[in-house]
């Protein structure tokens, strides 16, 4: 299936490229604050937009990704502190018993 998808996106990339060889020019401006023209085919600005973006969902995916692994452990820790302590109170509470029991 990830072939497949991979094969139809090649094929749409490649008519992309293609259709979009135009020069287009692209300002932005360096660290100290120069104005830059630089001429690059359309396709390499989609590209890198589409780059971008998808390096940017997957930067947040594997954040949340960090903090739900946290979250798991933390609970985890929680649990086995709750379930030892649970523990402690059955064997107070059976002992009691045994004690009154006599």
């Known amino acids: 299936v990830k072939f497949i998808i991979f094969i ?6 490649s ?4 259709k979009n060889m135009d020069l287009v020019e692209v300002s932005f401006y360096d660290f100290y ?3 830059h023209n630089v ?3 359309l396709l ?8 971008f973006g998808f390096f940017l969902a997957w930067l947040d995916g594997f954040i949340a ?10 609970n985890g820790k929680a649990i086995q502190s709750l379930t030892e302590e649970l523990e402690r109170y059955k064997k107070s509470a059976l ?3 045994n004690e009154s029991g006599k």
């Open 15 to 18: 008519v992309l490229a293609v």
């Open 65 to 74: 990704k960090l903090k739900l692994k946290a979250t798991i452990r933390r």
């Open 39 to 41: 001429r690059v085919p």
């Open 95 to 97: 002992s009691e018993h």
């Open 8 to 13: 139809i996106l090649a094929i749409i990339v």
């Open 44 to 51: 390499v600005v989609v590209l890198a937009s589409l780059s």
């Open 33 to 35: 604050l120069n104005s």
